[in-house]
């Protein structure tokens, strides 16, 4: 089995990171949000077509992932190790990074439906409420989800119908990747039924010509007390 000396792997990682368009794409995933194509095009002001070799080159040294979520592919970088080396890369460049700031709606962004499940910050912050919490883990599938047994305690004392959402004919639970946030929420037929819950106990309530949702007041007091999130 050939392995590639250590001296070798990092010449060609640097080689990879060393030209400009390639470096602004990874400057701009170092927040932490995914980026299409396109969009990395644009901040690289290159083509779409030579982002994407940009990109193939980017995943051959693993610098980047890529996740599908519908029609769109979404990139990230490969982790934190990736991350380190940038930021360690612009320190001794001196330069300093633009925050990025979604061009989508605020109502949008803020809460909204996802096909028929939670999402906008509203959705991602319970995303990471529950994991954090230990309720959410990663499920027996690569890719999906599945909740502790504290986790569907909890949810179903919140009137999450867990039973039911696990007899559908679907995937039960995994990281759908917001569009505005560029993080995931929950997806599935959890997902489904915590919007479903959320409805039901007037947490939230649907716009009529958008998929906006707005948080009512109950729902700001029951996700700060249930889930410990700001109002």
């Known amino acids: ?34 980026r299409t194509s396109t969009e990395l095009a644009v901040a690289a002001g290159v083509s779409p077509s030579t982002a994407s070799v940009h990109l193939a080159r980017l995943l051959e040294r693993r610098l980047v992932s890529v996740a599908a979520q519908g029609k769109h592919r979404y990139y990230r970088l490969a982790g934190p190790a990736v991350a380190a080396a940038v930021e360690a890369l612009l320190v001794a460049a001196g330069d300093a990074r633009k925050p ?28 990471d409420r529950m994991m954090a919490m230990r309720w959410l883990l990663s499920g027996p599938a690569a890719g999906d989800y599945d909740l502790t047994a504290e986790g569907t305690r909890a949810l179903e004392a919140l009137g999450v119908d867990v039973a039911t959402s696990r007899t559908l004919r679907r995937r039960f639970a995994f990281p759908c990747l917001d569009w505005s946030e560029r993080r995931p929420h929950v997806g599935g037929a959890l997902g489904a039924a915590l919007l479903s819950a959320a409805l039901r106990r007037k947490w939230v309530t649907r716009d009529l010509d958008s998929r906006a949702l707005t948080v009512t007041p109950l729902g700001r007091r029951e996700m700060r007390t249930r889930f410990g999130l700001a109002g």
């Open 1 to 34: 089995m050939n392995v590639e000396p250590a001296e070798t792997a990092v010449s060609r990682i640097a080689a990879a990171i060393a030209e400009p368009a390639r470096a602004r794409m990874l400057c701009l995933l170092l927040d932490g949000h995914a």
């Open 100 to 127: 990025w700031t979604p061009s989508t709606p605020t109502r949008l962004t803020a809460a909204r439906t996802c096909y028929d499940h939670l999402a906008g910050a509203l959705g991602v912050s319970l995303h």
